[in-house]
């Protein structure tokens, strides 16, 4: 069984361009999560989406937004991206409506903002 | 708010130690918490889910347990090996919003 996959596995654009992070979670899986991992820093929680709905937002810019495809697979758009924005950008899925399930992650996409 | 500290950060052994990782976290609402590993520069791969209502889960050389009213939990490594060698993160999972709390994580060498 696929785990999670996460494309492109790097990326590099310019600052104030837009980017664009794919997620497909694992079969069955309605859950998608989105995390930041900075350099030297912790994983920030991004967004949370289910069933197509946006469920929970960390404390990031609206330029941080994101959908849920009637597959369950995910984007999230980065605009005007900033120095900053650097950092390895994590996908996990899991079952919705049941709370003692694993989450599983993804390779990641790091992300380079020049 | 919920906070989540993992200690030590770093610690180096030679192989063949057993270990133990520590996790504390400030709020005991939580469904569940979660041990994983990252490699440097890659994803997080799970190594063991426990449940509120559970105090440990096994499996292989790793042992988790969960003391919930306390806002602890601990990851015990038997008999250490080189490719152990990595960043472990524990996450509780939030009730009421699922949202994934991490820890600071402990950055574990491991010395052939």
């Known amino acids: 069984e696929a785990g999670v996959t996460q494309s492109p596995t790097h990326l590099i654009k310019t600052r104030g361009q837009q980017a664009t992070l794919r997620c497909s979670p694992i079969s069955g899986h309605t859950s998608v999560y989105w995390y930041q991992q900075a350099l030297g820093l912790g994983l920030q929680f991004l967004l949370w989406y289910d069933e197509g709905e946006e469920r929970n937002r960390g404390n990031f810019p609206p330029r941080f937004s994101g959908r849920q495809f009637p597959n369950y697979s995910s984007e999230l758009n980065v605009n005007a991206l900033e120095l900053e924005d650097s950092a390895l950008y994590l996908c996990?899925?899991?079952?919705?409506?049941?709370?003692?399930?694993?989450?599983?992650f993804g390779q990641g996409t790091r992300l380079t903002v020049v | 708010k919920q906070e989540v500290t993992q200690i030590p950060a770093a610690l180096s052994v030679p192989e063949g130690e057993n270990l133990v990782l520590n996790c504390s976290f400030t709020d005991s609402a939580i469904y569940n918490l979660q041990w994983f590993r990252q490699d440097p520069g890659k994803g997080l791969t799970s190594l063991l889910l426990i449940q509120s209502s559970q105090r440990e889960q096994t499996s292989g050389r790793l042992n988790a347990s969960l003391d919930k009213s306390s806002g602890r939990s601990t990851l015990y490594i038997a008999a250490s090996q080189p490719g152990d060698s990595a960043t472990y993160l524990c996450?509780?999972?939030?009730?009421?919003?699922?949202?994934?709390?991490f820890g600071t994580g402990t950055r574990l060498k491991v010395l052939a």
């Open positions: 996990a899925s899991r079952l919705y409506g049941r709370v003692n399930t694993e989450a599983f």
């Open positions: 996450a509780v999972n939030l009730a009421g919003t699922y949202k994934y709390i």
